[in-house]
């Protein structure tokens, strides 16, 4: 037998135990062997008296005697019997449930009981007792507890696993001696063996703390890695010298003053130009704080020296938006093109034949710029928009040789991100917003006459030519979450609370000319309420919008209910954000709140991380860590040392060859970002 056979030859258990282990990922004896418990408990036995704990959990052992089946007052038969301790003390044993285990008990044998033991009436009772014939992996010393999922229970998971525990030592160590040795690590085989039948309490914590260190340390060689190899490969960057007299020069030519971050961003751009190695980094600025000007001004010395910019966006009509402001920017001095998929394949061919003879020195578009035919002349700067809607595969093919990569999110990183999945990339933050913005009165809303209030408000809004967003969460056929339907909001909201006013929807299976179409719509005022998903365009500029309704909010986390909210108060007016929440659940209101009160992106992606984990804040898919199974992402110190040690091996090392379980497990761990 090998730790890569799968379960369903080695496990005596059920069809249903077996398919509920597969929707888990646990399909080999080393995905059950690495299915890690997430505590313990001691079931250190007391056959004395004076040793149990009132009001707690106990493991206590005796002679059973006298079992019986009575009926209580309400007529349910309960199982009574005597637990005789030593001293020759008897405990009272209630099992509320007939437990099928008493079949097998014959009166006066010893048995083990796990359960409650309180004192009740005067009697000191032991309360629906697991019932252990003999010492075994439930009692006797610590035991593991493991995240249950019916039918798989911890009792379940230890007796399988302790069945194939003697596998532990096929696992091949894959942290390196060094490291071993300076952190004082135990083995692989040794951890894996002690986190699910810990010795004590102190080898369960030394088994859990090394293999929390082996999960991270993964990732970051693989984050680092990536990146050492991008540089290696890429040592002649496209160079451009810093010049600040004409970046002065340069801002006197827009309209407004930068604020004093869009100005340190911009710098810290520029002078990556300089530096030895291609640029790659990614410029984080909540909606509306101006990334699109710092893009455009990083460009203007690339194009100066002669060479070619992209800029990159997910969609259509965010791709338009940027065209046009470049064009007001960039033109007559720069020639700037257009290319999206819905440009001719003709004038496709035409725009493509001028980019490869450098008769276009910038190129706007989506996706549509990534196809294999697509040259430039000489492209030395590239900007992607809204990054995350890009896949990695995609950012790296505008990267070759010597492009200089800038990346723009609004989507925030707490620190335990930059530290590992954005470990490979230079950070810089937008992190204010341009003066003259107000802050977005947010409310919770949950009451019936409060929503009466709010239509009133809206309806005053709108006759002051303000218009409105209204959010509700996207519904499927397979969702069975009760949430409103788009289409029958609109139609209530349409027909029953605005009946005086011009109202559409959008939703995500629309078609993206159609979503582009509605969209060029709301930005002319030719409605005044948008009815959509929660797919409501990324970036898009709606600037007389005052009002966003987020119906059901908290199906969402904070930092994405915060980027919702972003898309209004483009303007001088004061702006409303109404969060309403479909059920009547304080906590969630609670949690709500926290938008209240502020403002800051950040502050409320890092209560997110804390309050429900990693997949709520960028989609499991898009946050870039697979499951962690042991280590907790918000240990700070776990991640700066994983990552100093990543760094310390990968400079040893970059190939990995010296250390090979490394390398493999490197290069087969599932880390996109
Ligand atoms: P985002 O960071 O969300 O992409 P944009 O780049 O679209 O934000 O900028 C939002 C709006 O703010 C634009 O209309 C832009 O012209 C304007 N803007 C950007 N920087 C400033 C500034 N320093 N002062 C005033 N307005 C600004
Ligand atoms: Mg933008």
């Not at 680092?224 to 960057?237: C, G, I, T, V």
Request: net charge positive; aromatic share 8%; glycine share 6%.
């Amino acid at each position: 037998m090998s730790l890569d056979f799968p379960l369903q030859r080695v496990l005596r258990t059920t069809e249903v135990h077996i398919k509920k282990l597969n929707i888990l990922g646990i399909r080999t004896v080393r995905d059950l062997l690495e299915f890690f418990p997430r505590a313990t408990e001691s079931t250190e036995i007391t056959a004395n008296f004076q040793n149990i704990t009132m009001g707690a959990k106990n493991t206590v052992s005796g002679i059973l005697c006298d079992v019986r089946q009575e009926k209580t007052a309400r007529g349910e038969t309960i199982t009574k019997a005597a637990l005789i301790l030593d001293g020759a003390v008897t405990l009272e044993v209630v099992w509320f449930q007939t437990p099928y285990i008493l079949k097998n008990l014959k009166d006066e044998s010893q048995v083990f009981l796990v359960g409650k033991v309180d004192r009740t009436y005067g009697k000191v009772q032991i309360l629906n007792p697991e019932v252990h014939l003999n010492r075994n992996v439930h009692v006797g010393k610590l035991r593991a507890i493991y995240p249950e999922s019916p039918p798989l229970t911890s009792k379940w998971f230890r007796e399988k696993i302790a069945g194939l525990l003697l596998l532990a030592k096929d696992f091949v160590e894959i942290l390196p001696s060094e490291i071993l040795e300076a952190e004082n690590f135990i083995s692989k085989k040794e951890a894996v063996k002690q986190v699910h039948a810990p010795d004590n309490m102190e080898m369960w914590q030394k088994a859990r703390d090394r293999l929390a260190f082996e999960e991270i340390f993964v990732i970051q060689t693989r984050v680092m890695r990536e990146k050492f190899l991008r540089e290696q490969d890429a040592q002649n960057p496209y160079l451009v010298k810093f010049d600040a007299e004409q970046v002065k020069q340069d801002l006197k030519k827009i309209p407004f003053q930068l604020t004093t971050a869009q100005k340190k961003c911009l710098l810290i751009i520029l002078k990556d130009f300089e530096r030895d190695r291609p640029a790659h980094r990614l410029m984080q600025g909540d909606v509306g704080s101006g990334k699109t000007i710092v893009s455009f001004l990083s460009a203007l010395p690339i194009l100066r020296s002669g060479a070619q910019v992209t800029f990159l966006a997910p969609t259509e009509i965010l791709a338009k938006q940027h065209f046009r402001s470049a064009l007001k920017f960039f033109n007559p001095e720069f020639s700037v093109e257009l290319l999206t998929g819905s440009v001719t394949l003709s004038n496709k061919k035409k725009i493509k034949g001028k980019l490869k003879n450098g008769d276009i020195q910038i190129l706007i578009g989506t996706h549509a710029i990534l196809t294999a035919d697509t040259e430039f002349k000489n492209l030395g700067f590239a900007v992607i928009d809204e990054q995350h809607r890009f896949g990695v595969e995609q950012r790296s093919r505008l990267q070759k040789n010597h492009t200089h990569l800038l990346a723009m999110t609004a989507t925030p990183i707490p620190r335990t991100l930059a530290l590992t999945i954005y470990g490979d990339q230079d950070l810089c933050r937008i992190d204010e917003l341009p003066p003259g913005r107000k802050k977005i009165i947010t409310r919770v809303i949950s009451d019936t006459k409060t929503i009466t209030k709010m239509n009133l408000f809206i309806d005053d809004q709108i006759g002051k030519d303000h218009q409105i967003f209204w959010v509700c969460p996207l519904v499927d056929e397979s969702d069975k979450i009760e949430a409103k339907n788009v289409k029958e909001e609109f139609d209530r909201i349409a027909n029953e609370v605005f009946p005086k006013r011009k109202v559409e929807f959008l939703h995500g299976r629309m078609k993206g000319k159609d979503k582009d179409a509605i969209m060029e719509k709301f930005k002319n005022k030719e409605f005044d309420i948008l009815v959509s998903t929660s797919v409501i365009e990324v970036g898009v500029d709606i600037p007389d919008a005052t009002v966003m309704v987020i119906e059901n909010s908290e199906r969402f986390g904070l930092a994405q209910l915060h980027q919702f909210r972003g898309r209004i108060g483009r303007n001088e007016f004061q702006s409303y954000c109404f969060l309403m929440v479909g059920k009547k659940d304080d906590a969630q209101k609670e949690r709500l709140k926290a938008l209240e009160r502020s403002n800051d992106g950040l502050y409320l992606s890092e209560i997110d991380l804390k309050l429900r984990g990693m997949g709520e804040l960028y989609g499991t898919r898009q946050s870039g860590l697979p499951d962690l199974k042991c280590a907790d992402l918000t240990d700070l110190d776990l991640l700066q040392s994983t990552r100093d040690w990543a760094i310390n091996i990968l400079k040893q090392d970059l190939t990995l060859k010296k250390f090979p379980a490394l390398k493999e497990k490197v290069e087969s761990s599932e880390v996109y970002f």
